[in-house]
């Protein structure tokens, strides 16, 4: 079953601005991770937060966590065109290697 | 990170005939091997847990007999879809975990096409 909802499901911004998407998962985790996917493509990972982490940040990327509320933000700032994908928040608990992937952002970067 | 190759990227087969896609590790030894099912515009839904020398692990409503895993060495597992039907039309994702067994590296997918 998937893990999480992640809203909004799509996303429509111009180059230069930012794009916050958000996750909520449903049980516990030990870790929570973005990862992207182009159309017809593979999945890319971004970035891991780990339950007892609040912040992260990598380049533009900066995920938040909030364990309280079972839910995560990922921001991209200054977003491209090249950042036009979908975005996906994936809960792993014990289990060796294994996700739970929530609906899915779909982002698009007008120039 | 891991290197992972999925074959072939696209398939287009007959309703009844089976289709074998393959997901090799390139550059690490995978004892342990994940396939994920997504339908358009939707998300992953994990299908099974592919073990080196062992049974897969199958997830609750995907028929085993259906979707056979084969994961005989530490760089190949092969998903077969049996009998395939129209329904059975998705994109196939395989994906390695790393060695914390944290994140996942993804294959670029299979579009398997059923008519």
């Known amino acids: 079953s998937q893990q999480g909802e992640e809203d909004p499901q799509a996303l429509s911004i111009q180059e230069g601005e930012n794009a916050t998407m958000n996750c909520s998962y449903k049980t516990s985790i030990n870790n929570l991770q973005w990862y992207r996917q182009n159309s017809g493509r593979g999945l890319v990972h971004l970035i891991l937060?780990?339950?007892?982490?609040r912040e992260k940040h990598s380049g533009r990327l900066r995920v938040t966590l909030d364990t309280s509320k079972k839910s995560s933000s990922l921001l991209i700032t200054a977003s491209r065109a090249a950042d036009t994908a979908s975005y996906f928040c994936a809960g792993q608990d014990d289990s060796w290697g294994k996700l739970q992937f929530g609906a899915g952002t779909q982002v698009v970067v007008t120039p | 990170g891991a290197v992972v190759s999925q074959h072939p990227s696209r398939v287009i087969c007959k309703s009844g005939t089976s289709v074998k896609i393959e997901c090799r590790s390139l550059?690490?030894?995978?004892?342990?091997m994940f396939w994920y099912r997504q339908f358009p515009k939707k998300s992953l839904m994990l299908m099974a847990t592919s073990n080196e020398g062992s049974k897969a692990t199958y997830e609750q409503g995907v028929e085993k007999d259906k979707f056979l895993i084969n994961h005989a060495s530490l760089t190949l597992s092969t998903l077969t879809v049996t009998s395939a039907h129209p329904e059975d039309s998705s994109f196939y994702i395989c994906s390695v975990s790393g060695r914390r067994g944290e994140k996942l590296f993804f294959g670029s997918g299979t579009q398997l096409s059923v008519l």
């Open positions: 937060i780990r339950s007892n982490e």
């Open positions: 550059d690490f030894q995978a004892t342990t």
